[in-house]
Nanobody
Framework: QVQLAESGGGLVQPGGSLRLSCTASGSTFAFVWMGWYRQTPEKERKLVARMSLSDQIQYSDSAKGRFTISRDNRKNTVSLQMDSLKFEDTAAYYC?????????????WGQGTQVTVSS
């Protein structure tokens, strides 16, 4: 059973930095994509950044230039370095991983870690 364990959320002032980390366990197959999504009570869950097994990276427009995603395929970890944080970055951040298994694509989610940007 695949499980994703997140860490690193918290309270930070505007302009500050946080680093989120996620470790996946219980998988037999490699994760094609690993990344981060975020959600607020008012909005649907949206992509922040994700990285493929072949190091292809996708960022949301709001994350470009401020956030950096990285992953360690041997350890099944993905991290998100968030710099120059803004009030609007406040959200629950969810780790996501996807893999092919027997011809279908399975997706997994962490339980979420709260990031609050406040002065």
């Amino acid at each position: 059973q695949v499980q994703l364990a997140e860490s690193g959320g918290g309270l930070v002032q505007p302009g500050g930095s946080l680093r989120l980390s996620c470790t996946a366990s219980g998988s037999t197959f490699a994760f094609v994509w690993m990344g981060w999504y975020r959600q607020t009570p008012e909005k649907e869950r949206k992509l922040v950044a994700r990285m493929s097994l072949s190091d292809q990276i996708q960022y949301s427009d709001s994350a470009k230039g401020r956030f950096t995603i990285s992953r360690d395929n041997r350890k099944n970890t993905v991290s998100l370095q968030m710099d120059s944080l803004k009030f609007e970055d406040t959200a629950a951040y969810y780790c996501h991983a996807g893999q092919y298994n027997g011809g279908h694509y399975d997706e997994y989610w962490g339980q979420g870690t709260q990031v609050t940007v406040s002065s």
